[in-house]
């Protein structure tokens, strides 16, 4: 399963910005999708992340300031960002878990997925 993330950039203080992350392969069915960031000689720390349900959990560091949703039918999960603040730069990962199709079209092994990253940079 391949992720491929786009949407990041450079944005001043205050300002927004939207990701997106896209998912292919031999997919029978996404659980969790979501959202992971690593600043600069931190450790990579939880954003945000979506069940198939459409649950969402949110970092306390970006709860009020971001949505995560997805579109199911195109595998696709999405994260905008609002008021960022300079402890919002880092790189953007999306990660996505689930379970490939068997070639009789049933659910086979579970799969976890990351995309390349994505870079987010706040200007003070």
């Known amino acids: 399963v391949q992720l491929q993330a786009s949407g990041g950039g450079l944005v001043q203080t205050g300002g927004s910005l939207g990701l997106s992350c896209t998912a292919s392969?031999?997919?029978?069915?996404?659980?969790?999708m979501g959202w992971y960031r690593q600043a600069q000689g931190k450790r990579r720390e939880l954003v945000a992340v979506?069940?198939?349900?459409?649950?969402?959990t949110y970092a306390d560091s970006v709860k009020g300031r971001s949505t995560i949703s997805r579109d199911n039918a195109k595998n696709t999960v999405y994260l905008q960002m609002n008021s960022l603040k300079p402890e919002d730069t880092a790189v953007y990962y999306c990660?996505?878990?689930?379970?490939?199709?068997?070639?009789?079209?049933?659910?086979?092994?579970?799969?976890?997925?990351w995309g390349q990253g994505t870079q987010v940079t706040v200007s003070s």
């Open positions: 979506v069940t198939s349900d459409g649950s969402r």
């Open positions: 392969g031999n997919i029978a069915r996404i659980n969790d």
């Open positions: 990660k996505s878990e689930g379970y490939l199709a068997t070639r009789w079209g049933t659910l086979g092994s579970v799969f976890a997925s």
